[in-house]
């Protein structure tokens, strides 16, 4: 399921990024501390929260999901096995899934929000006007900071930002293009 939002390029989603660490009080280079930045997410977007749920309470292909809340922000819901999954084993692909539903929170506070209530089917919308591909990038570009890993091998990125294969992957990708 996915929303229709106003464009962002990802070239702009990689200049937005640095100010997403900012926020969180982290370096622009680096890996980036998920798991000390959804502690802290109240604080940097008040209104904001997340819990962690018994799996069975998300669809069995949705890891987490953020979705608005009473308090006009956002609350992220974190399946239990991908929170301790990042937590106690750092897990990147896990840390991913919790860095992409801060992504969605930092992307609605700015006013990347639907602007239409009908839900579309993945890939049905252009990327760029796509909710989900919005965060999803935005998540790449604050995991992997795009100028300090040029040139990297999979491996090199792996080890230094703490990311799954995938994602290592789809940075290598982005740097052929």
């Keep these: 399921m996915d929303y229709q939002t106003k464009p962002i390029s990802r070239n702009d989603l990689r ?4 100010f997403l660490r900012k926020l969180f009080g982290v370096p622009s280079s680096g890996p980036f501390p998920v798991l000390e930045a959804l ?41 239990d096995t991908v929170y301790n999954g990042a937590y106690q084993n750092g897990n990147g ?20 929000t639907p602007i239409i209530s009908r839900t579309f089917e993945d890939r049905e919308l252009p990327a760029y006007c796509s909710v989900e591909w919005q965060a999803k990038a935005l998540c790449g570009e604050v995991m992997i900071p795009y100028e300090e890993s040029r040139g990297m091998s999979r491996n090199e990125i792996i080890q230094a930002y703490q990311v799954s294969k995938s994602f290592a992957d789809v940075r290598r ?3 052929r293009r």
């Design 93 to 112: 692909a896990f840390r991913g899934f919790i860095c992409h539903e801060i992504c969605h929170v930092f992307l609605f506070a700015i006013g990347y």
């Design 39 to 79: 502690d802290h997410l109240a604080d940097v977007f008040p209104g904001s929260n997340y819990i962690v749920v018994e799996d069975r309470h998300l669809p069995p292909n949705t890891m987490a999901q953020c979705s608005p809340n009473d308090m006009g922000g956002m609350t992220i819901e974190i399946k």
């Design 173 to 175: 990708k982005q740097e």
């Design 15 to 18: 200049r937005l990024s640095p």
